[in-house]
Nanobody, 125 residues
Framework: EVQLVESGGGLVQAGGSLRLSCAAS????????IGWFRRAPGKDREGVSC????????YYKESVKGRFTISSDNAKNTVYLQMNSLKPEDTAIYYC??????????????????WGQGTQVTVSS
């Protein structure tokens, strides 16, 4: 059974940091790209970052470049999203997703095969 389980969300003040984790199981981890998406209240889901596990290539939404870092621990089948200098506009439910592909950018959500349940990130001003 394929599972993606996010953790690490919470409440933080503006300027603070959080590290999200996405633990994957049930598929060949290194054949996939893992993406982080978020959905803010009243807004559409948007891609934030992704990493192709096989070659380690990473991609970021422009507004998070320099603040967020995506990484993977292949021994643990886990992808992390380190979020620094958080802003109130980063408040959203964050989801990780998996697609069996090596990508050259952030794919739209409909391209992804598997999704986690999401973790809430709230940044207070």
């Amino acid at each position: 059974e394929v599972q993606l389980v996010e953790s690490g969300g919470g409440l933080v003040q503006a300027g603070g940091s959080l590290r999200l984790s996405c633990a994957a199981s049930g598929f060949t981890f290194d054949a996939y790209t893992i993406g982080w998406f978020r959905r803010a209240p009243g807004k559409d889901r948007e891609g934030v970052s992704c990493i192709s596990i096989s070659d380690g290539s990473t991609y970021y939404k422009e507004s998070v470049k320099g603040r967020f870092t995506i990484s993977s621990d292949n021994a643990k089948n886990t992808v992390y999203l380190q979020m620094n200098s958080l802003k109130p506009e980063d408040t959203a439910i964050y989801y990780c997703a998996a697609v069996m592909a090596v990508v050259s950018g952030i794919l739209p959500a409909y391209e992804y095969d598997y999704w986690g349940q999401g973790t809430q990130v709230t940044v207070s001003s």
